[in-house]
């Protein structure tokens, strides 16, 4: 049904557990891949296993919070594979400085010396605020002005459940995904007679690198947090990466999806429609 033979894709965050099934489901379906990361290892084992699979892939070391590393990975690209159709803004998470140890406050918590959000460090909030909106916005400039040039392309954003809902313990991470999705939101309207659309997947819980300890016990067993998620999930379980690429491949294609722009679309096993009773 899809078909992205000649197109090429960026996917930022590529060596990711989510953003590396992006790329490959890409790959499956004719597009040129370009996998961009920090960490650069784990880009080439992505593009390997592509072109393993006869694929079409590049791995490329970037660092989506500097324009100058960006600037040189889209120079890269088009000098390998050409210039860019479909942008993936996959970069982002969250880190342990801008996360709080529970979920609610109690006024013993500053006599006992708990880390509170009165205690939050700045720099902490203000990195995970800006690996997710910047490391959105940035790759966007880049790669954007050659899709505004050519009058065509799609650019797809990563939102959350915590777009829609203050999750707990992560206020750095529920903001700025937040502010993701108001982006995406924005950036259609703004670009809306150029061709460019402009669109965004919000995955519900999955299990990832960066959460694994959130959710998952050291016997294998899940955390509480997990454990209250599933109640709040009315399909009883995680999501499967696998689960996201029918959204990703529908709103890549403009036969699909051509008058879908300014879209945050939740793939989240019912959680947002659920509330709790």
Avoid at 26 to 34: E, F, N, P, T
Avoid at 39 to 54: L, P, S, W
Avoid at 105 to 120: I, M, R, S, V
Avoid at 181 to 195: H, M, P
């Amino acid at each position: 049904m899809f078909d992205f033979t000649g197109k090429v894709a960026v996917v930022t965050g590529g060596g990711g557990v989510l953003c590396s099934a992006f790329s490959k489901a890409l790959a499956a379906h004719g597009a040129k891949v370009a996998v961009l990361d920090l960490n650069f290892a784990a880009a080439q084992k992505v593009a390997e296993e592509i072109r393993g699979a006869g694929g079409v892939a590049q791995a490329v070391e970037c660092n989506v919070l500097d324009r100058d590393s960006v600037l040189q990975a889209a120079s890269k690209v088009r000098e390998v594979l050409g210039v860019c159709d479909i942008l993936i803004n996959g970069a982002g998470g969250n880190h342990p400085r801008g996360t709080l140890p529970k979920e609610f406050f109690e006024p013993a918590d500053l006599a006992q010396g708990e880390t509170t959000f009165f205690d939050l460090d700045p720099e902490g909030f203000r990195f995970v605020f800006d690996l997710n909106l910047l490391g959105t916005v940035i790759p966007t400039q880049v790669f954007g002005k050659d899709m505004v040039r050519k009058g065509r392309g799609v650019i797809i954003n990563i939102a959350s459940m915590a777009s829609f809902r203050a999750i707990t313990r992560v206020p750095a991470y529920a903001a700025a995904k937040a502010a993701v999705a108001n982006f995406t939101q924005w950036l259609a309207v703004y670009l809306g007679k150029t061709g460019v659309r402009v669109n965004a997947i919000a995955p519900g819980f999955f299990l990832t690198q960066q959460n694994y300890r959130l959710l998952v016990a050291e016997d294998g067993s899940l955390t509480p947090r997990a454990q209250k998620i599933l109640a709040h999930t009315p399909m009883g379980r995680l999501g499967k990466p696998e689960e996201l690429l029918g959204t990703l491949l529908w709103l890549c294609d403009d036969e699909a999806s051509g008058f879908v722009t300014g879209a945050v679309i939740p793939v989240d096993g019912g959680f947002l429609a659920y509330a709790g009773v």
